[in-house]
């Protein structure tokens, strides 16, 4: 599969494979010839991916092949132990959790899960979790602060669910109340927005010490689509949308909501699983570190301060 924006790159791929491809056949080198391809096909990714407009940095944080929570748990920690249920209502496998160790670091992990098909997605809800997963979410995050350790969140969702049985398990009230819960709870805490964290869906487990974005990831109020059918009555202004939302992670980092962008290979994290869960690993690990060094009132003031600091707003 391939984005729009990237139909050269696939291009000149396709004239390496079809180069390869003869040689095989008829037993010519064209190793000359594929060089030269091939320097030419990673100056031009390179250059496709170091200027994408907005809408396209969303289509890169939505690819399907995209590295999800599960991915980075198997390949950044070890002695990975699920729990399930928020113990009142049921078991919501559109955010998953669990214990797991961080090069040697006991640290609870909470992250929103999408499926790679249909019948994983509808079991997952597409990562769009009900009021219980945040339920779950909060039940976990007091089991860490119950045994002093810390909490490490991936945001990767649409949004909350809402629909009627979400709506009827009080989903506003779930969000809301883990927001105030994470506020204060006595760990640290952080998070890593890996795709796409749009609106309370995201926030549900985003209120943390310290928010890492990956570098194609977007984080907003809302989704283009949304924004655009709301102000412009139709999904078609997407494009505007996407570039007044300021969604990136370069825009995030500079209104200091984001505290550090975590780079991605050449081409997207879907190019390259094992390098962006490198990155995203090391990254976590000295982060945590850093916080754990904390005494819990001095955690906590700079918790409140950071959130107290983002926006702006005047007195009359």
């Not at 997952?124 to 995050?141: T, V």
């Not at 780079?263 to 690993?281: F, I, K, M, R, S």
């Amino acid at each position: 599969m391939h984005l729009d924006f990237e139909s050269d790159i696939v291009e000149i791929q396709d004239q390496i494979n079809k180069l390869l491809d003869l040689a095989d056949r008829r037993g010519i080198d064209v190793s000359d010839e594929v060089k030269v391809l091939h320097e030419k096909l990673e100056d031009l990714r390179l250059r496709t991916y170091n200027n994408l407009k907005p809408m396209e940095q969303v289509q890169v944080a939505r690819h399907p092949q995209r590295p999800y929570t599960l991915d980075y748990v198997e390949r950044i920690f070890t002695d990975w132990v699920e729990l399930h249920g928020d113990r009142n209502f049921r078991d919501d496998e559109a955010i998953v959790g669990g214990w797991g160790r961080l090069k040697g670091r006991s640290v609870m992990i909470i992250g929103q899960q999408k499926g790679r098909d249909m019948k994983e997605n509808l079991r997952r809800n597409f990562g769009m979790p009900h009021p219980e997963g945040y339920r779950k979410a909060l039940r976990l995050m007091r089991q860490a602060e119950k045994f002093g350790r810390p909490v490490v969140s991936f945001i990767d969702t649409l949004g909350a669910f809402p629909g009627i049985g979400s709506e009827e398990r009080g989903i506003s009230e779930a969000i809301a109340f883990n927001l105030r819960e994470m506020s204060r709870l006595k760990v640290p805490i952080v998070s890593a927005v890996i795709g796409e964290g749009m609106s309370g869906g995201a926030l549900g487990i985003g209120v943390t010490d310290k928010i890492l974005m990956l570098e194609h990831s977007i984080y907003s109020v809302i989704s283009p689509e949304g924004c655009a059918a709301i102000l412009w009555r139709s999904a078609a202004h997407k494009e505007k949308a996407a570039n007044a939302l300021r969604l990136t992670a370069t825009d995030l980092h500079d209104f200091g909501i984001c505290d550090e962008i975590v780079p991605e290979p050449v081409g997207g994290a879907h190019a390259d699983w094992d390098e962006t869960a490198q990155n995203l690993g090391a990254c976590l690990h000295r982060v945590v570190g850093e916080l754990e060094k904390l005494p819990t009132k001095k955690l906590l003031a700079q918790r409140w301060a950071k959130y107290e600091a983002i926006g702006a707003w005047r007195e009359e």
